[in-house]
């Protein structure tokens, strides 16, 4: 599978944005998938996760309320709708795929991984 990340850009604070990534590949309904964040200069840190029914999501504390993560099937493609930013949400925001289909939090768990996209969020 490849996967294809967009939607990032320079908002302000409390802006939203709302990330993409394109799936190719049949298997896209089976997988479980994850965003992922790495800001400058730390190491890259969990953000959501989706299983492979869409029913079961996982979030990071810091984005509980603000992010939403969903899938649509017809367009083999997961979002990540992110509401009311903040300066701390600014990075590389990556897409990866557990083909598990379970949507887990810990990296190791993905096997594939789009380019990035990054947010810059204004204070």
């Known amino acids: 599978v490849q996967l294809q990340a967009s939607g990032g850009g320079l908002v302000q604070a409390g802006d939203s944005l709302r990330l993409s990534c394109a799936a190719s590949?049949?298997?896209?309904?089976?997988?479980?998938m994850g965003w992922f964040r790495q800001h400058p200069g730390k190491e890259r840190e969990f953000v959501a996760s989706?299983?492979?029914?869409?029913?079961?999501?996982f979030y990071v504390d810091s984005v509980k309320g603000r992010f939403t993560i969903s899938k649509d099937n017809a367009r083999a493609t997961w979002y990540l709708q992110m509401n009311s930013l903040k300066f701390e949400d600014t990075g590389v925001y990556y897409c990866?795929?557990?083909?598990?289909?379970?949507?887990?939090?810990?990296?190791?768990?993905?096997?594939?991984w789009g380019q990035g996209t990054l947010v810059t969020v204004s204070s």
């Open positions: 990866a795929v557990d083909r598990r289909g379970l949507g887990s939090s810990r990296s190791d768990d993905y096997g594939a």
């Open positions: 590949g049949r298997a896209f309904r089976v997988y479980g």
């Open positions: 989706i299983g492979r029914s869409g029913g079961r999501t």
